[in-house]
């Protein structure tokens, strides 16, 4: 988790991930900071992010974030 919100510091960090939890519903997240995510998760966590992960519920918080992360590295 630590790593994620590393990467998502990077991004943006004026935001506290921590506690943010619509970070698409309120356009935090533009569609480059998505594609910028996306990247660095694949590459940090070993994983391939489809497009049919690629919703609000997966992307809206960091915990959620994490936990499509953690599901994405059992498969």
């Known amino acids: 988790m630590e790593k994620l919100l590393e990467i998502l510091q990077d991004i943006d960090d ?3 991930y ?4 619509k970070l698409i519903d309120n356009h935090i997240l533009d569609s480059f900071g998505i594609i910028t995510l996306v990247s660095e998760i ?6 391939e992010v489809d497009a ?3 919703t609000p519920e997966n992307f809206n918080s960091a915990k959620s974030l994490w936990a499509m992360i953690q599901r ?3 498969n």
Do not use: I, K
Request: hydrophobic share 30%.
């Open 18 to 21: 921590e506690t943010e939890t």
């Open 72 to 74: 994405l590295q059992e």
């Open 42 to 47: 694949e590459e940090n966590f070993d994983v």
């Open 52 to 54: 049919a992960e690629m």
């Open 14 to 16: 004026s935001v506290d």
